[in-house]
């Protein structure tokens, strides 16, 4: 089981990326994908998730309205399509899977594997 999270970089304030999380190995698929991060000196916190079972989508309030998480099922990928960043998006941003029932999609535990982080900086 792999997951591979790209797309990281440098933007400037007001600007948009795309990171993705590409998985791999889920012979049984998977229940949940979610999005966390860790900005300096600050624990993990989740950003997105979506649900396999049903393509539900969840945000963290401080992304709500302008991130957007969506699956492209041919590529079995899942990104996180993020605008309108701000310097206090900054951090290394984490996918997790979980492939059994998720209770609590912002709480990191619920996941049972983890690509290597994708560092976001947002700086003019």
């Known amino acids: 089981v792999q997951l591979q999270a790209s797309g990281g970089g440098l933007v400037q304030p007001g600007g948009s990326l795309r990171l993705s999380c590409a998985a791999s190995?889920?012979?049984?698929?998977?229940?949940?994908i979610a999005w966390f991060r860790q900005a300096p000196g600050k624990e993990r916190e989740g950003v997105s998730c979506?649900?396999?079972?049903?393509?539900?989508?969840y945000y963290a309030d401080p992304v709500k309205g302008r991130f957007t998480i969506s699956r492209d099922n041919a590529k079995n990928t899942v990104y996180l399509h993020m605008n309108s960043l701000t310097p206090e998006d900054t951090a290394v941003y984490y996918c997790?899977?979980?492939?059994?029932?998720?209770?609590?999609?912002?709480?990191?535990?619920?996941?049972?594997?983890w690509g290597r982080g994708t560092l976001v900086t947002v700086s003019s």
């Open positions: 190995g889920f012979t049984q698929g998977y229940y949940a």
């Open positions: 979506f649900f396999s079972s049903n393509g539900s989508t």
């Open positions: 997790g899977a979980s492939v059994g029932l998720v209770l609590q999609w912002d709480v990191g535990y619920e996941y049972d594997y």
